[in-house]
């Protein structure tokens, strides 16, 4: 399978095991709507490229990475809610709450992200020896990535923040939190779904950690520009909602020119850090995932 | 120590370890400002006291049992919120989002729901030989009883519903998951706290399970009793809100006196059901409790 192969490979695992999830009535209903609104999957992709790089098969990071998916769904839920960013639109379409109501837009993503849980929690091994512990080990990468250390500390800041407009460092730790850490989450996880059946070598943590940092930098720095240079039709979403609100991002500090160099600037550091891991398997769609991210237009 | 020495110390425990917890400024202010908002931790104390029959101490339920009280105080503040119940006061004093706004408020939940799990696959041991998986066991417990199949569930139809009275049957089936399920997670997990450390009989799984789900229908069917028949300043929070929303309850479908019946009726079978289970440690504390509950006037 060449690059594009795998990473098809592993998005059409990840639609198939979610469509697999939620199917009752009910609040089911708004939780599926959601989950299954066409997103790009990154984080599950990463996940699995990551336990294939430390020696194990796509498919055993199949369900470390949908509940990371779940989680990253619940936390999209949620900041489109009126009280946060107010958003009408996701992916091209309507928003869980304009769809199902506030009411049941919140539920549904408290509800998904106990399922994130429950679904690392109760991933299928077979785990073997030490490895019995990678789903407790991944829950609680996940937990601390959620939490207020991660994801809603920076929800938190980038929302309320104090008033003043960010510095460049301000943020870079906003999106570090905001988004950061739940990229590196999914990514740290792949390689603990493979120790749950392999001997995996220690630094593979510390480069998947730091890939993601940069991944998600480059990530972010490239959403500003797509919101700053192009149309709702190629985004699917409003753009320039950020300027239009007075936002600081990286399109107002640094100019579009100063994140394109950045975004390639971050692109290089992410596959740099790659090569310190002790790797069983191959890093080469990892490094070509960075370059195709760098390179998207939606 | 007798009974109520015990839930005292039991409930100090808890309010030592939660003010231990998000001390910071920002988003801990409010997830702080909430977890010490004065709970009666009914949930870390019968997880405390389960650990306890089952032959362990107290302490050894404690981080399991905050973790569920994290939970708990997660969905009450988005319970509270405009979207949901829309309540302004809670435990005599301003609900959370009525001190921080909607968006804080929203965030501080879905933080606290991450801490849960943080705080349960975290917990210090000293865990031996197979009891080290007793946080994962905990925390896919807490992961079952939170979602869709559980609270989250639970609160979905207690709140959306299909716009009829609800039957005996359907009130209790709405307040088993709303309410029951995490008791019962709160109920099991102090097992399992004792389980990472000693032997205990499976059978005290089962029974853990059983008395927790007559508990928390003496419990609901007594907070029923109380919405009906008391103040606001004995309760500290609005009463008759729910005969005001023309909402069934207890009181609509059995009247006041047919309550009174089953919360004793429930309580005998919660005590009977922990007759079931093989303990190496007393059950009198937990007999004494369902007693101290069904006779609580707030």
């Known amino acids: 399978m060449n690059y594009q192969q ?8 990840t639609e198939e095991y979610l469509a697999s999830c939620f199917q009752g009535e009910g609040l089911e209903k708004a939780m599926r709507y959601s989950l299954m609104a066409g997103g790009k999957r990154i984080r599950p992709i990463l996940t699995m490229l990551f336990c294939q790089a430390a020696g ?13 998916e779940m989680l990253h769904t619940y936390s999209l839920i ?3 809610l009126p009280c946060m960013d107010n958003d009408d639109l996701r992916r091209g379409k309507p928003t869980c709450h304009k769809v199902f109501g506030e009411c049941v837009a919140t539920l549904a993503g408290d509800a998904l992200q106990a399922a994130a849980f429950r679904t690392v929690l109760f991933a299928k091994g077979p785990w073997s020896g030490e490895g019995a512990a990678a789903p407790a ?6 937990a601390e990535a959620a ?9 938190y800041w980038d929302t309320i923040g104090d008033g003043q407009p960010h510095s460049l460092e301000d943020l870079t730790a906003i999106h570090d939190k905001k988004t950061g850490a739940l990229l590196r989450a999914a990514c740290v996880m792949g390689v603990l779904a493979c120790s749950g059946h392999r001997e995996v070598d220690d630094s593979c943590i510390d480069a998947a950690r730091e890939y993601a940092t940069h991944l998600g930098l480059a990530f972010q720095i490239r959403d500003d520009v797509l919101d700053a240079t192009s149309t709702t039709e190629e985004l699917g979403k409003p753009v320039g909602s950020d ?32 090569e310190r891991g002790g790797w069983r398997g191959s890093i080469g769609c990892l490094c070509w995932l960075a370059d195709h991210l760098a390179q998207r237009s939606n």
């Open 6 to 13: 795998q990473m098809d490979r592993a998005y059409a695992l």
């Open 56 to 68: 194990g098969e796509l498919e055993e990071g199949l369900e470390f990475g949908c509940g990371v």
């Open 78 to 80: 949620h900041d489109d």
């Open 137 to 142: 080990l991944a829950a609680g990468v996940l």
């Open 147 to 155: 939490g207020v250390q991660g994801m809603c500390g920076g929800q």
């Open 243 to 274: 300027s239009a609100n007075g936002k600081t991002t990286y399109v107002t500090l640094l100019g579009v020119e100063g994140c394109r160099e950045q975004v390639v600037e971050h692109t290089r550091l992410a596959k740099e850090a790659l």
